[in-house]
C-alpha cells in the first residue's frame, strides 16, 4: 500500500519561501511509469495543480506557478518537495502531494491514485 505524507512549516511570512516535503512509503520514486505532484486547495476553492516530478527526475510546472515553483526530490529518503517563493496571502492553501500513473506530465486528475491527506500553510505576517 503506498502512503504519501505532506511535512513542511504551518505558517510562512509573506515573501519568503514556502518549503514542503512529501514522504513515500510503500513505493519507490523512482519506479517507472510513475510520477509524483503537488496540489493545492485555497479555502473554498477547487484544486489547482502545481507541478511534477516523474520517476527519472524530470520536473513540469503549471504555467501559472512556473516562475515561483520548484519540485527537487532525494532518491535516499523516497522524498519529493515543493518550494515556492515570494508567497502571498494568496498562496494560503492545503497543499497535497499525490502519485500519478502513466503521465509524466502529472496534472491527469484521474489517474493520482494515491493522495497525502494534506497540510495547511497560512500565509500571514
Known amino acids: 500500500q503506498v502512503q504519501l505524507q505532506e511535512s513542511g512549516p504551518g505558517l510562512v511570512k509573506p515573501s519568503q519561501t514556502l518549503s514542503l516535503t512529501c514522504t513515500v512509503s510503500?513505493?519507490?520514486?523512482?519506479?517507472?511509469?510513475?510520477?509524483w505532484s503537488w496540489i493545492r486547495q485555497p479555502p473554498g476553492k477547487g484544486l489547482e495543480w502545481m507541478g511534477v516530478?516523474?520517476?527519472?527526475?524530470?520536473?513540469y510546472y503549471s504555467p501559472s506557478l512556473k516562475s515561483r515553483t520548484s519540485i527537487s526530490r532525494d532518491t535516499s529518503k523516497n522524498q519529493f518537495s515543493l518550494q515556492l517563493s515570494s508567497v502571498t496571502p494568496e498562496d494560503t492553501a492545503v497543499y497535497y502531494c499525490?502519485?500519478?500513473?502513466?503521465?509524466?506530465?502529472?496534472?491527469?486528475?484521474?489517474?493520482?491514485?494515491?493522495w497525502g491527506k494534506g497540510t495547511l500553510v497560512t500565509v500571514s505576517s
Open positions: 510503500g513505493g519507490s520514486i523512482t519506479t517507472n511509469y510513475y510520477a
Open positions: 499525490a502519485r500519478v500513473w502513466g503521465d509524466r506530465y502529472g496534472s491527469n486528475w484521474s489517474r493520482m491514485d494515491y
Open positions: 516530478i516523474a520517476y527519472d527526475g524530470s520536473t
